[in-house]
């Protein structure tokens, strides 16, 4: 990847401050590269490693701003918030097309998701699944992620496309929570309200510390040879209940905080719920830990745990997702 002229590689994080986003980034500071951290408000990078840092702000929807933020990269870790995904990921390869030859074709990270595949034909997903995407979202991810392979099937790059389930947590370095449903319910039990389900609390999830969904990202750049073409299944494998975890968030908050338990109660749905909401999913990560060694390293309790404390931090307040 790098030139005579440029002899560290050029890595640039699309999303560079958010949740997974500013992990991804504080990792990447430490090693011998030059970082290009991009994203709409400034990140947040350790001024202390190996990496040469620059810093960007820039708007990902804006043509003019993606350009610059990716010229010259010899690998970019896409980590926009859901959006205009595919127009992003289509503008972004029209860039890198663009960008000064170099020694092969750049790598790309995109961070999908398992809800690409629609309604789960069952509860353990691998990855073989035939996607049927039902959502906004999750089809606007696909038509990304599959533009994204058949760049790469054609040699314009090296893409990679790596699927994670709910990811929750934050990061102690820059206050970064997720937005996910359980800091949702972390912070209504802070605020002694009753945590509240759409259903009886058996749909089983797949929940994933944000510290492993960014370690998961950072493997499939240390491994983009045996990856390159494929999307592949970052997950813990472990199939838990949302009643469970709701009712292990009520009673962490109460323990920390010395208050009675809030309950964890079934209501009636605010919306008609769609078959995906009620049917179970979780990874099966076995494909993607056989070729790059990862594994999801943070018990659901601890992370949880973690979360509730960084939550009920008054130095973090300001930064809770609402």
Do not use: C
Request: glycine share 8%.
């Amino acid at each position: 990847m790098p030139t005579a002229s440029d002899p560290l590689p050029l890595v640039v994080v699309l999303g560079a401050s958010g949740s997974i986003g500013s992990l991804v980034t504080a990792s990447l500071a430490a090693r011998p590269v030059r970082l290009r951290a991009v994203s709409r408000r400034p990140a947040l990078v350790p001024a202390d490693g190996l990496a040469a840092v620059e810093v960007r702000s820039a708007d990902m929807t804006d043509i003019g701003e993606l350009r610059s933020a990716v010229y010259g990269a010899d690998a970019v870790v896409h980590l926009i918030a859901p959006g205009p995904d595919a127009v992003v990921i289509a503008r972004l390869l029209d860039a890198l097309a663009a960008r000064p030859a170099r020694s092969g074709p750049p790598t790309v990270i995109y961070a999908g998701s398992i809800t690409q595949v629609g309604v789960p034909p069952r509860t353990l997903l691998d990855g073989t699944e035939t996607d049927q995407p039902d959502t906004a979202i999750a089809r606007d991810k696909h038509a990304a992620e599959r533009a994204l392979l058949q760049a790469s099937a054609n040699g314009a790059v090296r893409g990679v496309s790596v699927r994670l389930p709910t990811v929750f947590g934050h990061n102690p370095a820059t206050g970064r929570f997720d937005s996910g449903v359980l800091t949702a319910m972390i912070n209504r039990a802070i605020a002694g309200d009753a945590l509240t389900m759409w259903h009886d609390g058996t749909v089983q999830r797949d929940l994933l510390h944000v510290q492993d969904a960014a370690a998961a990202l950072l493997a499939a750049l240390d491994n983009i040879d045996t990856l390159a073409g494929g999307h592949w299944l970052a997950g813990t494998g472990v199939r838990t209940p949302l009643g469970e975890a709701f009712r292990a968030i009520a009673d962490i908050v109460a323990r920390l905080t010395g208050t009675a338990t809030v309950p964890v109660i079934s209501v009636p749905p605010s919306r008609p719920l769609s078959a995906t909401d009620v049917t179970s999913a979780v990874v099966d990560p076995s494909a993607f830990r056989s070729r790059t060694g990862w594994a999801a390293r943070v018990p659901l309790r601890d992370g949880l745990e973690w979360t509730v404390a960084a939550a009920m931090d008054p130095r973090s307040g300001r930064l809770r997702p609402t």
